[in-house]
T-cell receptor, first 115, second 114 residues
Framework: GAGVSQSPSNKVTEKGKDVELRCDPI?????LYWYRQSLGQGLEFLIYFQGNSAPDKSGLPSDRFSAERTGGSVSTLTIQRTQQEDSAVYLC?????????????FGEGSRLTVL | KQEVTQIPAALSVPEGENLVLNCSFT??????LQWFRQDPGKGLTSLLL?????REQTSGRLNASLDKSSGRSTLYIAASQPGDSATYLC?????????????FGKGTKLTVNP
């Protein structure tokens, strides 16, 4: 696609429910990242994918958070048993790792509200 | 641990003024540095990317400089316009083993008044 696409753009859920957030990176981009942006906070790194593997999951805040990537393209971030503190904007980004510049391109984000 | 700081946190200027946004980082072992713009409720738009071996990059009214040894970067905006109002984020790319990631500052919120 022309850019990084994320869905849903907005999600309101009740505490304790599971949610799935989807990211479609730019076609051909091998590197994919998930970040979280909470109100008044900076961007917090969650996970990095190179192809389908995730060499760095160090930013996932708890075992309720997981992510996968299939076919070297689409990624899904899953949050189980959501808590109110999970409310944030979840941003996905991709880059072409073989590029010297490795410029990162972001999607518009998925805004999650946990009631 | 790499930390990125942006000063000031907020800035308000009249239209037409030239301005400088500052970014500092604690570890000079970076691959590159990228400046982004974020409008309210939107994602991040890449403005400029400076490789670690470069000193500056320019795009239109924007000029970004990098002094890796001192851990500093500046974003210069010439002849500011109300449409430049946004939050500007600085990020450094670091590599650790098989991983790569951007470490972000908390941003400078810029308001350009007509």
């Amino acid at each position: 696609g022309a850019g990084v696409s994320q869905s849903p753009s907005n999600k309101v859920t009740e505490k304790g429910k599971d949610v799935e957030l989807r990211c479609d990176p730019i076609s051909g981009h091998t590197a994919l990242y998930w970040y979280r942006q909470s109100l008044g906070q900076g961007l917090e790194f969650l996970i990095y994918f190179q192809g389908n593997s995730a060499p760095d999951k160090s930013g996932l805040p708890s075992d309720r958070f997981s992510a996968e990537r299939t076919g070297g393209s689409v990624s899904t971030l899953t949050i189980q048993r959501t808590q109110q503190e999970d409310s944030a904007v979840y941003l996905c980004a991709s880059s072409l790792r073989t590029s010297q510049h490795r410029e990162l391109f972001f999607g518009e984000g998925s805004r999650l509200t946990v009631l | 641990k790499q930390e990125v700081t942006q000063i000031p946190a907020a800035l308000s200027v009249p239209e037409g003024e030239n301005l400088v946004l500052n970014c500092s980082f604690t570890d000079s072992a970076i691959y590159n540095l990228q400046w982004f713009r974020q409008d309210p409720g939107k994602g991040l738009t890449s403005l400029l990317l400076i490789q670690s071996s470069q000193r500056e990059q320019t795009s239109g009214r924007l000029n970004a400089s990098l002094d890796k040894s001192s851990g500093r970067s500046t974003l210069y905006i010439a002849a500011s316009q109300p449409g430049d109002s946004a939050t500007y984020l600085c990020a450094v790319r670091i590599t650790q083993g098989g991983s790569e990631k951007l470490v972000f500052g908390k941003g400078t919120k810029l308001t350009v008044n007509p």
